[in-house]
């Protein structure tokens, strides 16, 4: 007899990398780098920064991004609700500062504020959703490209006076390790787009590693300058609290106010999921580069958002599905701009024994099935 297997409900999705950061930062508390190993992680650290941004620039289609413009108010209206609304909510959360989260925490918090949207959950929950698959894909790359200038230049302003922020050595640090990268890889994806493309299973592990490496680098530093007695159990789940308010405004807002601004069923999909993510990718090379040693806590708030994020719109994105089936919709085609043309064409009718209007029988029969291999076709 076999014995039972646990396993998590499907409608809870528990993200297996989230797992593998979790582990990195339990290493990180056991077996801190300190001493000469901490200056190696230190550096090892700096260049995985690089690369994910050079990595980040060499995949992204100039092509496909300038086609995207053409949706311009779906892309302004998810850049306004990643740069300006989520912000101006981290903002108003200062109040919540010292009662329910302490300093600390608080700046995490307002930094995930900052960070731009993601991309691959973004795309994947429009798509189970019926939505605009395409607006999704260029959202989301806009919010990563304009998130490198953007996001450290909102530090600067807001997190002046919270441990973050510019300093003549975290601009250099910005420019050398997040923008000359990423233009570097767009300068040179004519030549390596191909490789990248034929080795991306590979490259994916890089681009993980590479965070994980971030990840031990930053709470190893945390737990050598004791960082971490600054936050009880209490205050961790006092942060789950304002985190769940904080998704649970934004999925409102970016639904509701897509509504109001009257964009279709498709589009608004497109809208809710990119617009109240935020990418964990791009968020913890940036908390290194403008945090330093202290930014093991500063990222501890995008952690725990990014996994909320995945189990709520998972759950979304699965009712929209079913909203979808039970209307009648047809599927959005691949290019995510409406429904499957073949399965809006009129049915064929003709009298039964006697010749069609636009011809017998027989040409009748064979138009069907025509249009049937076409609508098949086209499904594919």
């Not at 582990?23 to 230190?42: C, E, I, N, S």
């Not at 995949?59 to 995207?68: I, K, N, V, Y």
């Not at 959360?93 to 600390?104: I, K, W």
């Not at 995008?302 to 979304?316: D, I, K, N």
Request: aromatic content about 8%; some cysteine.
């Amino acid at each position: 007899m076999r014995r039972p297997v646990f396993r998590l409900p499907s409608w809870l999705p528990v993200d297996g990398y989230v797992l593998a950061l979790l582990g990195t930062v339990g290493l990180a508390a056991l077996l801190p780098a300190r001493g000469a190993a901490a200056t190696a992680a230190d550096g090892a650290s700096t260049g995985a920064v690089a690369l994910l941004f050079f990595l980040y620039g060499a995949r992204l289609s100039t092509r496909e991004a300038m086609d995207g413009l053409r949706h311009w108010r779906l892309h302004l209206t998810t850049l306004a609700c990643t740069f300006l609304v989520f912000p101006v909510l981290g903002l108003a959360a200062r109040g919540l500062v010292p009662l329910v989260l302490p300093p600390a925490l608080y700046t995490g918090l307002l930094f995930l504020c900052l960070v731009p949207s993601t991309v691959q959950s973004s795309i994947a929950f429009t798509s189970i959703a019926r939505g605009n698959v395409a607006a999704a894909i260029c959202a989301g790359s806009f919010s990563s490209i304009v998130g490198i200038v953007i996001t450290p230049l909102l530090a600067g302003l807001v997190l002046h006076g919270d441990g973050g922020g510019f300093s003549a050595h975290s601009l250099v640090s910005i420019v050398c390790q997040l923008l000359l990268p990423f233009v570097a890889g767009q300068v040179l994806r004519r030549w390596v787009g191909g490789f990248l493309t034929r080795h991306k299973k590979v490259l994916g592990y890089v681009d993980r590693g590479s965070i994980l490496l971030v990840v031990y680098a930053a709470f190893s530093a945390g737990m050598v300058q004791g960082i971490w007695h600054q936050v009880s159990p209490l205050r961790l789940l006092c942060l789950v609290g304002v985190e769940a308010v904080l998704l649970a405004v934004m999925l409102t807002l970016t639904s509701y106010g897509a509504r109001k601004l009257g964009f279709s069923r498709a589009d608004r999909i497109a809208i809710t999921f990119a617009g109240s993510k935020k990418s964990l990718a791009a968020g913890l090379p940036m908390a290194s580069v403008l945090f330093g040693a202290q930014a093991g806590l500063a990222v501890l708030p995008l952690m725990v958002f990014h996994q909320m994020q995945l189990m709520v719109c998972a759950v979304l994105a699965k009712r929209y599905a079913a909203q979808a089936d039970a209307d009648g919709r047809p599927v959005v085609g691949p290019g995510g701009a409406g429904p499957d043309r073949a399965a809006q064409r009129p049915p064929v009718t003709r009298s039964s024994g006697s010749p069609s209007a636009n011809g017998p029988a027989t040409d009748a029969s064979s138009t069907r099935t025509r249009e049937s291999s076409a609508s098949v076709r086209a499904r594919r």
